[in-house]
């Protein structure tokens, strides 16, 4: 990746952090109500480490799929909050994203006080668009998700970050959670802060199950698993009781 300077045109979201505005698909990459951070870790990050703690009891090592990367603030959350837990962990974290001129930006961009001890990783991401060490190993792949996720396999947990479905379809399909659906491992966790009935359907028909979850600090969300489990803080949605009560709602297709 190259080396060079972006002018960017920084929005200061809630909770004090930046965020940008993306021209393309004339939508912002984090809710400015909520705040970057804060949407980070209670909509993806939090849910999907206190659901691993519960039912994967022996987790000492973690691979994460983060769609997509964008300001790299779903991968940077997760190891905030794995340090400031102490956990000892082994984190392996796979993104992909498209738009290569902001990925050659990220190191000019004005991240919070929370991320500077992740500096490093940033500038080494924004070089070769990959890093590792001890215990992290990160890996940003330029090009297609929709490709890049069929060469992944045994993922614990799915951060579905895209745009939404309005102006990204194709990140929020039948045919895309399929091939989502093949890569998960027993426990593995989705996390997604759509709603919406037919991302929800989506999701269900393949052999998904649908949960809903109520972060302390901002808005609800959609959580799904590939086993039914029973946990007091998710709201199970049955979804073949939704598809009889609204016989106009439909699943998203290619």
């Known amino acids: ?8 045109e920084f929005y200061q979201t809630k909770d004090g952090s930046n965020t940008l505005y993306s021209k393309e698909y004339n939508q912002y990459f984090h809710d400015i109500k909520t705040g970057a951070i804060l949407e980070s870790l209670t909509k993806h990050v939090i849910p999907a480490f ?43 974290i796979y993104s992909p994203e498209f738009d290569l001129e902001l990925l050659n930006s990220l190191g000019h961009f004005q991240y919070p006080d929370e991320f ?16 590792q060490d001890k215990t992290i190993y990160i890996e940003i792949f ?24 309005d102006v ?22 989705i996390t997604t802060y759509s709603i919406a009935t037919p991302i929800r359907l989506s999701i269900y028909k393949n052999d998904l199950y649908i949960y809903e979850y109520k972060p302390d600090s ?31 709602a439909k699943p998203l297709y290619d």
């Not at 990746?1 to 960017?8: E, L, T």
């Not at 206190?50 to 190891?79: P, R, V």
């Not at 093949?182 to 966790?189: G, H, P, Q, S, V």
């Not at 901002?218 to 803080?233: C, E, F, G, H, V």
């Open 1 to 8: 990746m190259g080396k060079w300077i972006i002018i960017q």
């Open 218 to 248: 901002s808005n609800r969300i959609t959580i799904a698993l590939n086993k039914k489990q029973t946990y007091p803080d998710y709201k199970y949605i049955d979804m073949e009781l939704k598809q009889i009560r609204n016989t106009t």
């Open 116 to 131: 500077q001890e992740f500096n490093h990783i940033i500038q080494t991401l924004v070089q070769t668009g990959k890093y």
């Open 50 to 92: 206190e659901f691993h703690s519960k039912f994967n009891k022996d987790m000492k090592h973690l691979k994460i799929l983060d769609i997509c990367f964008g300001l790299g603030y779903n991968t940077l959350a997760t190891l905030y909050y794995t340090k400031r837990n102490n956990l000892n962990i082994k984190i392996n």
């Open 168 to 189: 990204n379809h194709f990140l929020w399909t039948v045919e895309y959670f399929a091939d989502i659906s093949k890569l998960l491992n027993d426990n593995a966790i």
């Open 142 to 165: 330029n090009g297609d998700a929709r490709e890049y996720i069929k060469t992944l396999k045994n993922i614990d947990i799915v951060y579905q970050d895209a745009f939404s479905s």
